[in-house]
């Protein structure tokens, strides 16, 4: 259906199409999705989609406009700052997601440090060579150059490499609690001292942990500090849709106070449409997203949520020992909740083509690169199919280990060349081809096994490889 119907279409019927069309989608309602959806149940669903709908129509644009949405967003945010050892001064604003809640910082953080400085300066910041790619993304749109940092043999950033990177153009540090490939908390500790020491700010992504993290350590578990406990955090994001398990398009920004806040606000005054402030980065905001977080954060309560991560945790540890127990694999490093990676520590087995032979079952399956590994990101719901997805792996290194070739064909070749070529240009120029075809005027889908653009770049970019790499042996 490419225009608008020349007359309108039955509701019913409207719906029956809508209805129809997720036939392929990723099957998150049997678990078989390690990302994208937090799905508890059909109850909570329910339960979210009525305290959506209520709010349905309600934009939180103008905060004087519907005082209800402001009252809950105010509340919102001092919930998260008690859950994350904020203080009475902790200030915040809610966001449409994670990648919000990483874009603002990186503005607030420039205009903090212009106001500090007379002379035009290039900002920089500095980030774990693991940190989100929307932090990548702020860099980009906001024009900061961003420094990677590499990470130690635990996966947590090198401290010392980041003060060595520090100088008088860094305007921010940020650090993950934890981080989304390897699941693991930098070290916001010593990280905070630096900050300290430098008069620098220094935001925690804990976007996947904030409403996962304080309830591990409510039951009882040790977590490394993280949150506005530790001296010298000055912001934290954490997203309410992904373990808040709220609907999506919801997330909390905070600050320590708001000598920080402060700067992310955008006022206009002489607009002919009228004077203009807004706290973050959207115009209209839908209420049903803030009516929903409120929602979920008094359903559930301390308690609720705490056996939700107890549910999780267990899950978790189930998986990680089974897939530990299997010849060839291992987990990688020893992450802080439900977010991990495992590898091949075996040259026979090929952990791309055994992500493949999950995929083949249905799995939703997630790779990571250097080094590569597959993912997972444990909801109450996998205690369901915890075995299943165990058995699965079992079989799918048995089969890979049997069928060499399965490592250089198809998906798996596919994606072990785009982890391992040096020449990061090349897979760029070919990413952004396939994003020209998604979005242009013909949407093609690409599919690595039918769409020209994955052979293509095997057939294109492996002789360039082997000539280059033929030049070096020379
Ligand atoms: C999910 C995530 C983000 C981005 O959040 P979105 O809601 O997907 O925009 C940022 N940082 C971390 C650590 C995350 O896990």
């Known amino acids: 259906m490419n225009r608008i119907p020349e007359q309108g279409i039955e509701r019913s019927k409207v719906l029956e199409m809508l209805r129809s069309f997720n036939s392929d989608d990723a ?40 005082k209800s949405l402001k009252r809950m967003e105010s509340e919102i945010v001092k919930m998260s700052a008690g859950l994350l050892g904020g203080d009475d001064k902790t200030v915040g604003v809610m966001t449409s997601g994670g990648t919000e809640s990483c874009l603002l ?7 903090l440090a212009k106001s500090k400085r007379r002379l035009p300066f290039r900002p920089e910041m500095i980030a774990p060579r693991s940190i989100h790619v929307a932090w990548s993304k702020a860099a980009k749109y906001f024009g900061v150059k961003i420094h990677y940092v590499p990470l130690c043999a635990d996966n947590r950033v090198d401290v010392n490499a980041v003060r060595k990177l520090i100088n008088r153009n860094t305007i921010m540090i ?38 996962l993290l304080p309830f ?15 001296p010298g955090v000055t912001s934290i994001s954490a997203d309410i849709h992904k373990y808040g398990f709220s609907a999506k398009g919801a997330s909390v920004l905070l600050y320590k ?98 992500g493949d032979q999950l995929e083949a079952k249905g799995w939703l399956v997630d790779r990571l690169q250097n080094p590569n590994a597959l993912h997972c990101m444990v909801i109450p719901r996998h205690a369901m199919i915890a075995d299943d997805y165990l058995k699965d792996i079992r079989e799918a290194v048995k089969t890979v280990r049997s069928n060499p070739d399965l490592a ?67």
């Open 27 to 66: 099957n998150y309602h049997d678990s078989k999705t390690w990302s994208l959806v937090y799905y508890l149940s059909e109850d909570h669903t329910n339960f979210l989609k009525e305290a959506y709908g209520m709010y349905f129509s309600e934009n939180a644009l103008n905060p004087m406009a519907f």
């Open 105 to 111: 910082p990186v503005v607030t953080y420039r205009e």
């Open 174 to 211: 940020v650090c993950s609690a934890p981080s989304y490939p390897h699941g693991v908390i930098d070290p916001v500790t010593e990280l905070g001292r630096l900050a300290i020491e430098h008069d620098i700010p220094l935001h925690v992504d804990s976007c996947v942990g904030g409403f």
């Open 216 to 230: 591990i350590e409510k039951n009882g578990f040790n977590v490394d500090p993280f949150d506005f406990r530790v």
């Open 257 to 354: 106070n708001m000598d920080y806040l402060k700067h992310q606000f955008f006022v206009k005054t002489d607009w002919p449409g009228g004077v203009f402030a807004s706290p973050a980065m959207l115009g209209t905001r839908p209420g049903g997203a803030i009516a929903a977080a409120w929602a979920a954060m008094n359903v559930f309560g301390i308690n609720g949520y705490k056996e939700i991560a107890a549910a999780i945790m267990e899950t978790t540890e189930k998986l990680k020992k089974g897939i530990e127990e299997i010849p060839g694999l291992k987990v990688l490093g020893k992450p802080a909740m439900s977010v991990f990676a495992y590898t091949s520590t075996d040259r026979a087995v090929d952990i791309f083509a055994v």
């Open 408 to 474: 250089v064909k198809g998906n798996a070749a596919m994606y072990g060349m785009i982890a391992n070529v040096p020449f990061r240009g090349l897979i760029q120029n070919e990413v952004m081809k396939m994003m020209e075809n998604l979005y242009g005027p013909d949407c093609k889908m690409p599919s690595l096994e039918t769409d020209p653009t994955g052979p293509k770049l095997l057939d294109r970019a492996l002789p360039v490889v082997l000539k280059i790499l033929r030049r070096f042996k020379k």
